[in-house]
């Protein structure tokens, strides 16, 4: 018969991780503050642009895409700032950014009859989205990997993408809803009041320490952490063609529900990161990204060779099931890459491959079905992944080598 201490041992560790978990969520809610602030304008703005101010959808498109240019240019002065001053600097300059996009949400609803001036205020709101995002998500991340300890990074990483989706998940339907009922400014009014709330949070909580010694160069951590970041920006071209052509995919069928694929997807990856996030430190990085490939590699086939709707929705089950743990598990190698002082840039260089590749796939992924049909963007996307697949094998196997030496 078991002892009562080794009885109760279960229940510690359960206690402990339950507690490390809400540890971690402290500094991981900063990230979901920026999620929601970019969720909720997101189905609002293109026909506030397009069908209240006239303006051409280009310019529509133009206004939500701006965002991730400035998130996507802004990436390495976020590393840098989380590195040299502290990861609290970066995450209370992120709230003050997502609360200054708000405010301006409110000016752009204010001056709506004047729609050049209302437009352009729109960008300067859009940009200081692009920017609060990454300044918010990479210091909430590299602070929670430091509170929680370099051990827990896949935890961290692993949380930090559910608060991404989640948040996002949750913001877009009460968008359209704030918007139905008060308009664009409550929309903004909202923005201001989380961020500046949650700027009052991150001043109260204490810093950690900057880790010192010699900050490596950008071009240095750049070169270090790409290979890593090639293979995430091509994985993530399976959910990316999902998310933007399943609609018209569905719509070439004439199959109804196509929604729902997006919602098998993100049970799935939810699923999959709640429930296996841990195999990442029992088993490393490489070997559960090489899994994880291979999955996504057979919910692409699934979606590729789809003959009915049940079939469409299998595949985007389980690309979400594979594309789940892709991030953090490459994730983890690329931060070893570099010392602990220049994490902070390395965690941005690596996340901004995550954005080139959604960026640049939506044109890619549009000319692919230009000329070969819809059914060929899952081919496309099969392709990316297989690829990533070989590029991660290779670091694999090098990492091996390199341990060997």
């Known amino acids: 018969m078991p002892t009562p201490s080794a009885a109760n041992i279960p229940v510690s560790a359960r206690a402990s991780a339950r507690g490390q978990a809400r540890h971690i969520a402290g500094y991981v809610y900063f990230s979901f503050i920026c999620y929601i602030s970019i969720g909720l304008p997101l189905a609002v703005l293109p026909p506030f642009v397009h069908l209240r101010m006239g303006y051409s959808t280009v310019l529509a498109g133009l206004a939500i895409s701006i965002q ?12 840098r700032i989380s590195d040299h001053l502290g990861a609290k600097v970066s995450v209370l300059w992120g709230m003050a950014c997502c609360t200054l996009s708000g405010a301006s949400l409110v000016g752009v609803a204010a001056l709506r009859e004047v729609h050049w001036l209302s437009f ?37 990483i692993g949380l930090n993408g559910i608060s991404a989706y989640g948040g996002m998940a949750l913001a877009a339907p009460l968008g359209v809803v704030l918007d139905q009922q008060w308009g664009l400014a409550s929309i903004g009014v909202l923005t201001i009041l989380i961020g500046a709330a949650s700027f009052a949070l991150a001043w109260r909580k204490d810093p950690v320490t900057v880790e010192p010694g010699e900050h490596l160069p950008f071009r240095h951590v750049l070169v270090r952490v790409a290979p890593h970041g090639m293979g ?16 018209l995919f569905y719509a070439s ?10 919602t098998a997807f993100g049970i799935g990856f939810i699923a999959v990161r709640v429930l296996f ?3 990442i430190t029992r088993y490393g990085g490489f070997p559960v990204a090489i899994a994880s490939l291979v999955v ?12 009915a709707p049940w079939m469409a929705m299998a595949g985007a089950t389980v690309t979400g099931l594979g594309v789940s743990l892709i991030f953090p598990a490459i994730g983890v ?4 890459r570099v010392p602990e002082f220049n994490r902070g840039t390395a965690l ?35 392709v990316s992944v297989v690829t990533a697949l070989g590029i991660v094998v290779v670091l694999k196997a090098g990492n091996r080598g390199q341990g060997s030496q």
């Open 232 to 247: 995430l920006a091509l994985s993530g071209v399976g959910y990316s063609v999902l998310a933007t052509f399943v609609t």
């Open 277 to 279: 996030i841990q195999t």
């Open 120 to 156: 352009s205020v729109l960008i300067v709101s859009r940009l200081l989205l692009g920017v609060g995002e990454s300044l918010g998500s990479t210091g909430a991340t590299l602070w929670g990997i430091t509170s929680a300890g370099h051990e827990h990074t896949a935890k961290v």
């Open 253 to 262: 069928r004439h199959w109804g529900g196509a929604a729902l694929c997006l």
């Open 333 to 336: 190698e690329a931060v070893k």
């Open 348 to 382: 941005s260089v690596y996340t901004a491959f995550s954005d080139v590749s959604f960026f640049l796939v939506g044109p890619t992924a549009g000319a692919v079905i230009g000329f070969f049909g819809y059914a060929s963007v899952f081919l496309f996307a099969l």
């Open 68 to 79: 991730y240019i400035a998130t996507l240019a802004s990436r390495p002065w976020a590393g």
């Open 296 to 307: 996504e590699s057979a919910g692409m086939v699934l979606l590729w060779q789809a003959a």
